[in-house]
């Protein structure tokens, strides 16, 4: 069984559309957060949820909310999708936060805008 | 967004041979992290680290939390093929203002 995954894979849209990204992980764990990758491969996190409790909250747009339905579940939701927004999202899980022994990424999105 | 320092950028190495990388900071941190990513890959978490002056070991690879708290350094010996792929460092403040800050990576390429 997957421990984190992501879907879609892929995701190809139109600029000033709104998406979602749905991440999931069956390990348990307490901590989920979001990172995006760019092009260079520079790697920032965008959010971490500890026990459903938003505790990183970094500068990204308010375009972009993260939805905690549950400690199993995070998901990504972006408004008003820009050019800019082109990436690689990835989820991921600790059972932790703080005290980060194991860890655990998701295969990542690749959101394209045209 | 801010990115720690991380060198070498990038590294053609022997199979074989050992591969030393840093990442640096003006900010402290309290926990710092190394990864790997192989291509078309996530992140995978290779060593946590919590306290400075911490040497850790996993296989191959051991890492150290600088005692100044403003670096980290990573080490491979005798590096095989399948050590290709960028290495991330992250330094973590995890109580108060928490903060989470990824190095620039090193790619690193293994000629067999």
């Known amino acids: 069984d997957t421990a984190v995954s992501q879907t879609p894979k892929y995701l190809v849209t139109q600029m000033g559309n709104d998406k979602s990204i749905k991440c999931e992980q069956n390990?348990?764990?307490?901590?989920m957060y979001w990172y995006k990758q760019d092009s260079k491969k520079f790697l920032k996190i965008m959010f971490s949820y500890n026990n459903k409790e938003l505790i990183i909250n970094e500068t990204v747009p308010n375009r972009f909310s993260p939805k905690s339905p549950d400690k199993a579940h995070l998901n990504l939701h972006i408004n008003s999708l820009e050019l800019g927004d082109s990436a690689v999202y990835f989820c991921?899980?600790?059972?932790?936060?703080?005290?980060?022994?194991?860890?655990?990424f998701g295969p990542g999105t690749r959101l394209l805008v045209l | 967004g801010q990115q720690l320092n991380q060198s070498p950028q990038s590294m053609f190495i022997q199979e074989g041979e050992d591969v030393s990388m840093n990442c640096t900071s003006s900010s402290i941190f309290n926990t710092w992290l190394w990864y790997k990513q192989d291509p078309g890959e996530g992140p995978v978490l290779l060593i946590a680290l919590y306290k400075a002056g911490e040497l850790t070991s996993n296989g191959r690879l051991t890492a150290q939390f600088g005692i100044t708290r403003k670096d980290s350094f990573l080490n491979i010996s005798a590096s095989i093929p399948s050590d290709v792929g960028i290495y991330f460092c992250?330094?973590?403040?995890?109580?108060?203002?928490?903060?989470?800050?990824f190095g620039t990576g090193t790619r690193l390429k293994v000629l067999a």
């Open positions: 390990l348990g764990h307490d901590t």
């Open positions: 992250a330094g973590l403040v995890t109580s108060g203002t928490y903060k989470y800050i």
């Open positions: 991921a899980s600790s059972q932790l936060w703080g005290a980060v022994k194991s860890q655990y």
